[in-house]
T-cell receptor, first 115, second 115 residues
Framework: GAGVSQSPSNKVTEKGKDVELRCDPI?????LYWYRQSLGQGLEFLIY????????KSGLPSDRFSAERTGGSVSTLTIQRTQQEDSAVYLC?????????????FGDGTRLSIL | AQKVTQAQTEISVVEKEDVTLDCVYE???????LFWYKQPPSGELVFLIR??????QNEISGRYSWNFQKSTSSFNFTITASQVVDSAVYFC????????????FGKGTMLLVSP
């Protein structure tokens, strides 16, 4: 009974580098979400996938952020030319469907630190 | 627009005390879902409860209870006889029925239970 798996757990990189964060949702979950958790800011929605499509990308903070999902399963969040303000914990969640009554199940997150 | 407010940033109690975490929400939708999540120091968000807007019956699960008051747009969470293991950040979240219904989170309340 694997839960949502995220890798890496921690990532430290220099400003200006690109980073890729990976999320492996619970098997059978068609909906996948990315959130960002910054200190004192709560959770901020980034993007929602239903299958391989992203009907809602409204939370992506800039065009340096992109995400894709393949095979209705694994998703990758890419941040290009990282900035110090990108430092945060990036959380991935999945749910059985995209309907509003389905609880989202979260991974442990990737802690990203930009030097 | 929707919004979730958790006015208590941090609460400290001594073990065995009862504690209530407040959550107030705003939404224009008449149908919506409310959630509580727990984030222990390990970082993973753990789903605790879901409540739909049509069901104002209070719920009790062991030492946890939830009080949903539609008239005041509140969904408060009470832990009875708190334990050290309850120490965590607790998030209240709202999800509308309409649209792609992403979760809107409050900023969280950090609960510290000391022995």
């Amino acid at each position: 009974g694997a839960g949502v798996s995220q890798s890496p757990s921690n990532k430290v990189t220099e400003k200006g580098k690109d980073v890729e964060l990976r999320c492996d949702p619970i098997s059978g979950h068609t909906a996948l979400y990315w959130y960002r958790q910054s200190l004192g800011q709560g959770l901020e929605f980034l993007i929602y996938f239903q299958g391989n499509s992203a009907p809602d990308k409204s939370g992506l903070p800039s065009d340096r952020f992109s995400a894709e999902r393949t095979g209705g399963s694994v998703s990758t969040l890419t941040i290009q030319r990282t900035q110090q303000e990108d430092s945060a914990v990036y959380l991935c969640a999945s749910s059985i469907g995209g309907t509003s009554n389905q609880p989202q199940h979260f991974g442990d997150g990737t802690r990203l630190s930009i030097l | 627009a929707q919004k979730v407010t958790q006015a208590q940033t941090e609460i400290s109690v001594v073990e065995k005390e009862d504690v209530t975490l407040d959550c107030v929400y705003e939404t224009r939708d008449t149908t919506y879902y409310l959630f509580w999540y727990k984030q222990p120091p390990s970082g993973e968000l753990v789903f605790l409860i879901r409540r739909n807007s049509f069901d104002e019956q209070n719920e009790i699960s062991g030492r946890y209870s939830w009080n949903f008051q539609k008239s005041t747009s509140s969904f408060n969470f009470t832990i009875t006889a708190s334990q050290v293991v309850d120490s965590a950040v607790y998030f209240c979240a709202l999800r509308n029925l309409s649209g792609y219904s992403t979760l809107t989170f409050g900023k969280g309340t950090m609960l510290l239970v000391s022995p």
